[in-house]
């Protein structure tokens, strides 16, 4: 018998699509979501996963009533799978549902019992609150970047806004005022993307004039318009 005969998957022909590294961040991209259900579809949740998940879902769910929640702290060395841990729980946490097939995170996951009876207790608590919620992602190494800018731009992607702070705000004022998906439409009807032209938000005439348009306070004397969004100060 040779040493490859003894995996469920034969490693000489199977393929990680991940490489055998972990990203945690929100997956947005085709590519992105496929490996993210490849991940799910081979978690492998025994042993210190199965005892991670166990003793983090037990203290938050025996916190729920309390006045402190206390945080949950991964750590190991290089390459012992905290970013693999982290990221397929953030999934399990929300169970993410695809798109595709309609296939969900803890259905392609073979999880032990102990581990699904608290993820159906987070369930209800979530029901009882509001709902459930995850976001995930890293920061940026070095010191030149505000943490709580970085941490905010993780929280921001994770509910399909913009990571930077002044085009997140701007699409919450769109969906406040019901305008959002007029203006999408105004700006892709026009030819152009509208995330590219978010990018530009100073400076898009595209997006000026679509927001023009749906705004009947402003004067409409002139043929050109120039709309100045200031960003507010930072955090």
Not at 113 to 126: A, I, K, N, Q, Y
Not at 127 to 146: M, Q, W
Not at 174 to 197: H, I, T
């Amino acid at each position: 018998m040779k040493n490859r005969e003894i995996f469920q998957r034969d490693p000489a022909t199977t393929k990680l699509l991940n490489d055998g590294v972990a990203t945690v961040t929100e997956s947005a991209t085709t590519k992105e979501i496929e490996t993210l259900r490849y991940e799910l579809e081979h978690f492998v949740c025994e042993g210190q996963y199965k005892g991670g998940l166990t003793r983090i879902l037990e203290s938050y769910l025996g916190n729920a009533d309390s006045t402190v929640q206390p945080a949950a702290w991964v750590s190991g060395f290089f390459g012992s799978g905290k970013s693999h841990l982290l990221k397929m729980f953030r999934h399990l946490w929300v169970d993410t549902q695809f798109e595709s097939d309609g296939a969900s995170a803890r259905g392609l996951t073979q999880l032990p019992d102990e581990v699904s009876d608290l993820l159906r207790e987070l369930d209800t608590l979530g029901k009882r609150c509001g709902g459930l919620h995850a976001a995930a992602g890293t920061l940026p190494s070095g010191g030149g970047e505000s943490v709580r800018l970085a941490v905010l731009s993780i929280i921001l992607r994770s509910k399909g806004l913009p990571s930077s702070l002044p085009q997140a705000q701007f699409c919450i004022w769109l969906q406040k005022n019901n305008m959002y998906e007029k203006v999408k439409s105004s700006v892709e009807s026009a030819g152009k993307d509208f995330q590219s032209e978010l990018h530009d938000l100073y400076v898009s005439p595209v997006l000026a004039q679509a927001c023009w348009m749906l705004i009947p306070l402003l004067p409409r004397t002139s043929s050109r318009l120039v709309l100045r969004f200031v960003p507010s100060s930072p955090l």
